[in-house]
Every structure is written in C-alpha cells, then in structure tokens.
C-alpha cells in the first residue's frame, strides 16, 4: 500500500552554488600606463 512514503525528498539543494567567482581578477592591471605619452623636449 505504501512501498516508498518518501523516496527523495532533496536530492541535490545546492548542486554548484560558486563554481569560479574570479577567474582572472587582473593581479597586474597597469601601474604606469604612459601618462605623458607625446613628449617632446625639442619643442
């Protein structure tokens, strides 16, 4: 009458809740990205 009442009540809730949040954050953005890049000490 009743063989399996309950036979999978939560099987997987939460399978891959943070699988890769920051693959390749950038450790090395650019620290000096050329701020004068038109100079001319013979103007």
Do not use: F, R, V
Not at 9 to 31: L, V
């Amino acid at each position: 009458p009743n063989p399996n009442p309950n036979p999978n009540p939560n099987p997987n809730p939460n399978p891959n809740p943070n699988p890769n949040p920051n693959p390749n954050p950038n450790p090395h953005p650019n620290p000096h990205p050329n701020p004068n890049p038109n100079t001319n000490p013979n103007l």
